[in-house]
């Protein structure tokens, strides 16, 4: 998981609920991502930041949130205008890319699960 | 979407060989090809990234066709820990471009 810390592993709530996913990284890379995962299903892009107080819309944005106050720390909203949250939610960082060295190292992931 | 094509699944006895092939037959010239790894409920783990040579780390090696159109991913003595969905990336190598996962390639690695 090389530094990146997601909590929690398994999340429950109630429908129309917002709930705040936490990822925090220590391994001072400049981007951060959070992926969606649905079963049987690659990973999709919902948002990512390249630098502090900065970050764009991936391809499934709508629903969902996000801030990047401090360098280490990205944390996402799922809002209850998301139509459907249950999934498996992944969070990724990277350093600012230097050739061949922007690779992207994944956390253990927050299974969430809206009742 | 996906610029790669994998097969859905794939068998491989323990201690053989793992091949795993992608197609990635529109890869323009300053584009990588990735791979990637996840074992079921977790976080997908990097395992090796190559533009036309031939690459080989601790993990796996990466052959890259001459035409760069495909690629195999090579375990050399797979294990049941090895089981997981693979998932081969081509991405550009310009700033900290998102990478772009399709649905991989299941491995089911068998004693």
């Known amino acids: 998981d090389g530094g990146i810390t997601q909590s929690p592993k398994y999340l429950f709530r109630k429908e129309g609920q917002n709930v705040t996913l936490s990822c925090e990284q220590n391994l001072n890379h400049d981007a951060m991502y959070w992926y969606r995962q649905d079963p049987g299903q690659g990973l999709r892009l919902i948002y990512y930041?390249?630098?502090?107080?900065?970050?764009q819309k991936g391809d499934i944005a709508e629903g969902y949130s996000v801030s990047r106050e401090k360098k280490e720390s990205f944390p996402l909203t799922v809002t209850s205008a998301q139509k459907n949250p249950t999934a498996f939610y992944l969070c990724a960082s990277s350093m600012k890319a230097i050739a061949s060295t922007d690779t992207q190292y994944f956390g253990p992931g927050t299974r969430l699960t809206v009742l | 979407d996906a610029k790669t094509t994998q097969p859905t699944s794939m068998d491989c006895a323990e201690g053989r060989a793992a091949n795993l092939p992608c197609n990635h037959s529109t890869i323009s010239g300053n584009e990588y090809v990735y791979w990637y790894r996840q074992i079921h409920s977790q976080g997908p783990q990097y395992i090796i990234h190559g533009l036309k040579n031939n690459e080989t780390n601790e993990m796996a090696s990466l052959i890259i066709t001459e035409d760069r159109k495909s690629s195999t991913l090579i375990l050399p003595h797979a294990t049941l820990r090895d089981t997981a969905v693979y998932y081969c990336i081509v991405r550009g190598n310009s700033g900290n471009t998102p990478l772009v996962f399709g649905k991989g390639t299941r491995l089911s690695v068998i004693a």
């Open positions: 930041s390249q630098i502090v107080n900065d970050f």
